[in-house]
């Protein structure tokens, strides 16, 4: 999917981590940022990894998401094609639970940076919010946006403490 003009590439190595990384769109979505979203494995589709990646750049985009699985080598294959930012979100599930994701996606080499995120949806969210930080440092209405997003999220903290029995 994509919306006009994408600022964001999210790629995913399989349909099946779409559940997940949508939390990463709809996000995105809130706080206004353009996105684009892909299946691209670094495994299964390495080719359509590399020439997204060599292509990025000149189409517009300026940070990548990279979310995969279990040998969750995608955010790592991206990072070594190119100098944009790139976050990388292990997906949960498989028979560690999702460690074998986040080993995988944040032990890389110094020199090939990967913003890892946490496993699974929160890291999905975060992805979206830390791209918009990104961006929202050349340009003031994204920051403006992003700061009413996080007062949104306080004020919301802040009224969940009205418990009763
Ligand atoms: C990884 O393998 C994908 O990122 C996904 O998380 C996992 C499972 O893929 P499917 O077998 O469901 O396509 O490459």
């Given amino acids: 999917m994509q919306t006009i003009n994408p600022l964001v590439g999210i790629l995913m190595g399989s349909r099946s981590d779409w559940e997940t990384m949508k939390e990463t769109a709809r996000t995105l979505a809130a706080l206004g940022v353009a996105f684009e979203a892909h299946v691209a494995s670094a495994h299964r589709t390495p ?9 990025a750049e000149g189409r517009g985009i300026r940070v990548l998401v990279a979310a995969a699985g279990g040998a969750a080598h995608l955010a790592g294959v991206c990072a070594g094609k190119t100098h944009l930012p790139v976050l ?3 997906m949960k599930g498989w028979s560690l639970d999702g460690m074998d994701s986040l080993l995988s996606t944040v032990q890389m080499p110094a020199g090939i940076p990967v913003g890892t995120l946490a496993i699974g949806k929160a890291g999905a969210t975060n992805a979206a919010l830390l791209a918009a930080a990104i961006l929202a440092l050349g340009d ?8 009413a997003y996080r007062k ?7 009224a969940d403490d009205d418990l009763s029995l």
């Fill in 88 to 90: 990388g979100v292990p």
């Fill in 47 to 55: 080719d359509k990894v590399i020439d997204y990646v060599l292509n």
């Fill in 140 to 147: 003031p209405a994204l920051r403006e946006r992003l700061l």
């Fill in 152 to 158: 949104a999220q306080t004020e919301k903290a802040l």
